[in-house]
């Protein structure tokens, strides 16, 4: 079995080849394995569950087309695709208990869908072809309906194959009507690693990663044109990522043309910050200055005091910045790697902002991440030994660049072998084990964790080489769904898996 493809055809690239087992099993009977039956994203349960959430009244709608753009981005022509003829997707802004309504047109030539970062949602909604639905037709609609239950900073993106790795994605906050947090504006910051339209697109990434990075005879250092090697992060354990990337965005935008906004002298700045790439750990800070972080994927921890905090793709960080006079760089540099992108803060509009190449190229002194942040003790879990202990190996290597969980790449023609069973109102333990030599930002659709030893709530957590990482969740959601490495590259070439609901 050529296991690229079939992946590939999981997330939605051949039709021809689509996940029929799956795609049936979406919409007809459970299957069972002996006395196993799964709980499907049909099952009235899930809409059972859904009514049982905190209902404002109120619905948001949303239009969401995805479509081919045109952008120009540090002096280079692309045409890409996009949600609503934009890089960035329209920020999406609603309240805890809206109805969030969110018609899709897809108006690209192969099938897509849209995945609800972070949400503990309804399971038909999440976005997963083969798992949670069918994938959207090139020309066809869609509609997702869903309660939003809690507050803080989210994102949706495509879940089809590499699609996000153009510009199929967007930010999403949930605003709290009794928000305890006391700010005087925000800016909602997207980053993101670019290369589709200036050295290649991301299938052509993909399909030289899969070679494998130990093609004999073949010098890597000089006989590859997408692949990075000798990036670096002492932070990250060690290789910093896969991919070169020739640009990084802040909101779209490159360094050349920094977006800039306006604030007074001693404002609160709340700063939500999401990191939308693909292959790249992104340091945040501001030069000389201190940020507070506030939250992590949404959730508030015990606030502290940063030099710079790193967000693995995937992961979002919320922070507090005291503005100062003139102009304030908000920096984001790419972890291990070279370049990066900024924003600028102005208080005055008078002069001329920092140029690029003036700015610092180190971000040192106190930096953490999400992972190493202690939950607020308003979100902390309550204690309880867990029902349920599932440990998850992360394997696989650069040599052939296959990638798996438990010495098995995910095989979408047969998602629920080596599905990770659990029941309703478990308390799941995951152990994250690390076996590789790459750091993996694993997520988890539909649920939020809680990192061991009163660590931050989070959906998705930074598991460094050779680490292990430890969280819990309670299984309050019933339905199907996926967990993987936010590496777009590591999950389309199968380190991914299934947390199943089974009666």
């Avoid at 909101?251 to 999401?274: C, F, M, T, W, Y």
């Amino acid at each position: 079995m050529n296991h690229s493809l079939t992946r590939r055809s999981f997330l939605g690239v051949s039709l021809a080849t689509a996940t029929t087992a799956a795609l049936a099993a979406c919409s007809g009977p459970p299957p069972s394995s002996g006395s196993v039956v799964r709980i499907l994203p049909t099952d009235p349960l899930v809409a059972t569950f859904e009514a049982k959430r905190a209902a404002s009244g109120r619905t948001i709608s949303q239009q969401l087309t995805a479509g081919m753009v045109g952008a120009t981005l540090a002096g280079t022509a692309v045409s890409t695709w996009g949600y609503n003829d934009a890089l960035n997707g329209p920020l999406i802004r609603a309240q805890v208990g809206d109805l969030l309504d969110v018609p899709l047109t897809n108006g690209l030539a192969e099938a897509t869908s849209v995945h609800w970062h972070g949400l503990a949602l309804r399971n038909d909604a999440d976005g997963v072809p083969g798992v949670t639905q069918k994938p959207v037709l090139a020309g066809a609609d869609y509609s997702y309906q869903f309660r939003l239950n809690r507050p803080g900073t989210y994102w949706y993106h495509s879940h089809v194959d590499t699609q996000r790795e153009r510009a199929l994605y967007g930010a999403l906050v949930v605003d709290d009507p009794k928000e305890p947090l006391a700010y005087d504006q925000e800016w909602v910051i997207v980053l993101d690693d670019w290369l589709d339209g200036i050295t290649g697109t991301p299938e052509d990434v993909l399909s030289e990663l899969s070679m494998g990075m130990g093609m004999a005879g073949m010098d890597m250092s000089s006989g590859m044109k997408y692949a990075l090697t000798g990036s670096n992060s002492d932070y990250l354990g060690g290789d910093a990522g896969d991919v070169k990337i020739p640009v990084h965005l802040f909101n779209g935008k490159a360094a050349q043309e920094a977006e800039v906004i306006q604030a007074s002298p001693g404002s609160r700045v709340r700063l939500r910050i999401i990191n939308a790439a693909g292959d790249t750990a992104y340091r945040v800070g501001v030069p000389g200055q201190k940020i507070t972080l506030t939250h992590s994927d949404g959730f508030p921890v015990r606030q502290q005091e940063v030099d710079a905090v790193v967000l693995g793709m995937g992961e979002r960080i919320d922070a507090l910045l005291t503005v100062k006079e003139g102009y304030t760089p908000v920096l984001a540099l790419a972890e291990g790697k070279e370049g990066g992108a900024h924003g600028v803060i102005s208080t005055s509009g008078v002069g001329s902002a920092p140029a690029a190449a003036d700015l610092p190229t180190v971000l040192a002194g106190t930096v953490m991440d999400g992972g190493r942040l202690k939950a607020d003790d308003s979100v902390l879990l309550d204690k309880k030994s867990p029902d349920r202990t599932h440990t998850m190996r992360l394997t696989g290597s650069m040599e052939k660049y296959e990638w798996g969980i438990n010495g098995r790449s995910f095989d979408p023609d047969k998602p629920f072998e080596g599905a990770f069973d659990i029941s309703l109102k478990d308390r799941v333990r995951v152990k994250f084990v690390n076996e590789t030599t790459m750091w993996h930002p694993m997520h988890v659709h539909g649920h939020t964790f809680q990192v061991s030893g009163g660590g931050a709530r989070k959906d998705t957590v930074i598991v460094r080489p050779k680490e292990t990482v430890t969280v819990e969740f309670d299984a309050d959601n019933p339905g199907q769904w996926i967990a993987h490495c936010h590496n777009a590259y590591h999950a389309a070439r199968g380190m991914m898996g299934l947390f199943s609901y089974v009666r």
